[in-house]
């Protein structure tokens, strides 16, 4: 499967903002889901966000109201605006493209710091 490339990361103060962006290499609305997913130091990947081929949505608990999950059909790219950042969403945050069911491919990841 080709591999999606994550862009966007970078360092912010608590309560900023960042955009990450995830492109792939074929038509994104193909795809049976595509989703956000980040590790913490110390810690496991856990799931962030999704977005399905027919366009729901679904956030962890601990990014609602915060982050926002889009998809650009032109550019091939899943988007997450992030929010309000808190220290705790410090991770090296990965794009997975699932391009049918079962069959996925992982980024390599772009970091994001929340610091003062």
């Known amino acids: 499967q080709v591999q999606p490339v994550e862009s966007g990361g970078g360092l912010v103060q608590p309560g900023g903002s960042l955009k990450l962006s995830c492109r792939t290499s074929t038509s994104i609305d193909s795809a049976y889901e595509m989703g956000w997913y980040r590790r913490a130091p110390g810690s496991q990947r856990e799931f962030v966000a999704t977005f399905t081929r027919e366009g729901r949505t679904k956030y962890a608990d601990s990014v609602k109201g915060r982050f926002t999950i889009s998809r650009d059909s032109a550019s091939n790219t899943l988007d997450l605006q992030m929010n309000s950042l808190k220290p705790e969403d410090t991770a090296l945050y990965y794009c997975?493209?699932?391009?049918?069911?079962?069959?996925?491919?992982w980024g390599r990841g772009t970091q994001v710091t929340v610091s003062s």
């Open positions: 997975k493209a699932e391009y049918s069911k079962g069959f996925y491919s």
